[in-house]
């Protein structure tokens, strides 16, 4: 089977750096899907606003080399513990398919490249390709008495984040809270603790710089 992207995802991630490792992480972070010309059809999303999520089928475009080992080591686990890839979410997989649960905002029928969907929660980076939009059915998709493996004994730490008043004003409302949702799931690779070192991720056009203190407050130190 030949599959072609339907679609392409906007975000304010250039890089893959900073994007949330799971959707829904950060509930408020802003997204658009943009359909490439052939699907370009307002008929192909009747009835989609009846729906509050959806699934999206992508491709981990930014994945440039093949997946050859069995076993990963989830970031969750502090990068240390090899899991079975097929027992994770890693993007480092045979096949770089992703599958994100995204809530639908609203669909913009009357943009020039539309119609466009908004949604809310994702974790794509700018320019994704997407291969299927599916909607999110409770009574198939929802079982929430589920175990959920090493996730559940393992809870997302969240960092405290200080963005100070000259460089929040750099972004709207909106992209100021999405953005200390990202920040506050700590960017930084798994095995990086270094208190003195600058990190850069690109956000809404900006670069981001910040720094991570031993005590676990992340402070942005700069908006370029």
């Known amino acids: 089977m030949q599959i072609e992207p339907i679609a392409y ?3 304010p991630f250039a890089t893959k750096f900073g994007v949330p490792k799971q959707s829904g992480l950060v509930e408020n972070l802003e997204g658009t899907i943009e359909f490439v010309p052939q699907y370009r059809n307002a008929d ?8 509050d999520y959806l699934w999206l089928v992508w491709e981990f475009s930014a994945n440039s080399h093949a997946a050859v080992s069995p076993v990963v080591r989830p970031p969750l686990l502090g990068g240390n513990t090899r899991m079975g890839v097929f ?3 890693s993007p480092f997989r045979p096949n770089r398919i992703g599958l994100s649960s995204v809530r639908l905002s609203h669909v913009e029928y009357n943009a020039p490249n539309g119609p466009l969907i908004h949604v809310l929660g994702a974790d794509l980076m700018d320019g994704t390709p997407i291969y299927d939009i599916k909607p999110y059915v409770v009574y198939a998709d929802s079982h929430p008495d589920a ?3 090493f996730v559940d004994t393992h809870a997302i730490q969240r960092l405290q984040v200080d963005i100070p008043q000259p460089f929040a004003t750099r972004f ?3 992209q100021l809270q999405a953005l200390r949702g990202v920040l506050s799931l700590d960017p930084r690779p798994h095995y990086h603790n270094d208190p003195n070192k600058l990190y850069g991720m690109s956000y809404a ?3 981001v710089r910040f720094k991570v203190s031993a005590d676990g407050v992340l402070t942005v130190v ?3």
């Open 172 to 174: 709207t409302s909106a």
């Open 9 to 11: 995802f906007h975000s």
């Open 222 to 224: 700069d908006v370029e």
């Open 147 to 149: 175990r959920s493996g």
């Open 44 to 51: 192909a999303l009747r009835g989609i606003e009846a729906f």
């Open 87 to 89: 027992a994770t979410r």
């Open 205 to 207: 056009g900006r670069d």
